[in-house]
């Protein structure tokens, strides 16, 4: 075995809870979502579903049961129509219509996004780079108690909460945003968009050390 592919082994094993298959979770705590005061609950039907569509639709809710992400619940105050969403695998991405609900009650947060500058900047003398691609990256985030019952969708199966942070909320992207970058605040050479990491060095030593820190 060569020197390359020992330390590649090496790093599989040490590394090997961050790539092991299934939902991570973010450890520094528990996210909010703040509504604003004297908002009025929103509960929307369930929209109809195409039959070609049910049986899809259908796994990818078990998958998020299964997963932590969702919670079957008997009533709410709030519910919001699913948008099902063909992916490129065929595959299907529950999303819920917060447009029509829960966005126009949110107080948002407005955390910003980097504009390019800022990442070239951050990565400015770099030779070689990295870039992690964070899987599900919102449904990292735990949602605290308080904030779930807002999350409900209505679906042709009934009602489901959500316990992690969810695409298609106005807030979760600054939301997101502000915790990466709080977590990777130490690290000058690593700059964060939304679910990517990118990083480098100055030399293939300091590429290595970084990427070991994040």
């Given amino acids: 075995m060569t020197y390359k592919a020992k330390q590649t082994?090496?790093?599989?094993?040490?590394y090997r809870e961050v790539f092991a298959e299934g939902l991570g979770r973010y450890t520094g705590g528990e996210v909010s979502l703040r509504v604003r005061e004297g908002a009025r609950p929103v509960f929307l039907r369930a929209r109809p579903l195409a039959y070609a569509l049910r049986e899809p639709v259908e796994?990818?809710?078990d998958q998020l049961e299964r997963d932590g992400v969702i919670t079957p619940v008997d009533s709410s105050d709030w519910a919001t129509p699913i948008v099902p969403v063909v992916k490129t695998d065929g595959t299907i991405r529950v999303c819920g219509d917060f447009k029509s609900t829960l966005n126009k009650c949110l107080e948002v947060d407005r955390f910003p996004l980097p504009r390019v500058e800022d990442l070239l900047t951050?990565?400015?003398?770099?030779?070689?780079?990295?870039k992690i691609d964070l899987s599900q990256a919102y449904a990292q985030f735990v949602l605290d108690e308080r904030s779930r019952p807002y999350t409900v969708i209505n679906t042709h199966r009934g009602l489901y909460r959500?316990?992690?942070?969810?695409?298609?909320?106005?807030?979760?992207?600054g939301i997101f945003?502000?915790?990466?970058e709080q977590m990777f605040a130490d690290l000058p050479?690593?700059?964060v968009f939304l679910d990517d990491v990118i990083l480098?060095?100055?030399?293939?030593q300091e590429h290595i050390e970084t990427l070991h820190k994040v």
């Fill in 9 to 14: 082994a090496i790093s599989a094993m040490r």
């Fill in 59 to 61: 796994r990818a809710l």
């Fill in 122 to 130: 951050k990565l400015n003398g770099g030779e070689k780079f990295t």
């Fill in 162 to 173: 959500y316990n992690r942070l969810i695409y298609g909320l106005s807030s979760s992207p």
């Fill in 177 to 180: 945003q502000r915790k990466l």
């Fill in 189 to 191: 050479r690593v700059g």
């Fill in 200 to 204: 480098t060095g100055t030399n293939d």
